[in-house]
Nanobody
Framework: QVQLVESGGGLAQPGGSLRLSCTTSGFTLSNYYMSWARQAPGKGFEWVSGILRDGSRTDYKDSVKGRFTISRDNAKGTLYLQINSLKPEDTARYYC????????????????WGQGTQVTVSS
């Protein structure tokens, strides 16, 4: 069955960095546009970044451009999110998610997502 397992979250100080990973199984990663989305306390699910099947294009929410870097290793079945210059407003549970194409991902139309990994930014 399809599984997505996120890891790498934790407590970090403002200005710090974290690298999130998403290990996938049960499907061929290279066949899908993949995204990272997040949900902050009391807020809705928010798409933050996506990457084309072959990694040739990456997309970012405006508020994270220049700080977040999404990447993928299709051979390893793994998706990554490097987060630099962390801000308190980045505090959220981060999910990797699968969608059929970029527009589906941008409107939150995912068919699978993981259990998430918590990122807390605080001094």
């Amino acid at each position: 069955q399809v599984q997505l397992v996120e890891s790498g979250g934790g407590l970090a100080q403002p200005g710090g960095s974290l690298r999130l990973s998403c290990t996938t199984s049960g499907f061929t990663l290279s066949n899908y546009y993949m995204s990272w989305a997040r949900q902050a306390p009391g807020k809705g699910f928010e798409w933050v970044s996506g990457i084309l099947r072959d990694g040739s294009r990456t997309d970012y929410k405006d508020s994270v451009k220049g700080r977040f870097t999404i990447s993928r290793d299709n051979a390893k079945g793994t998706l990554y999110l490097q987060i630099n210059s962390l801000k308190p407003e980045d505090t959220a549970r981060y999910y990797c998610a699968r969608a059929s194409d970029p527009p589906a991902a941008w409107r939150g139309d995912y068919d699978y997502w993981g259990q998430g990994t918590q990122v807390t930014v605080s001094s």
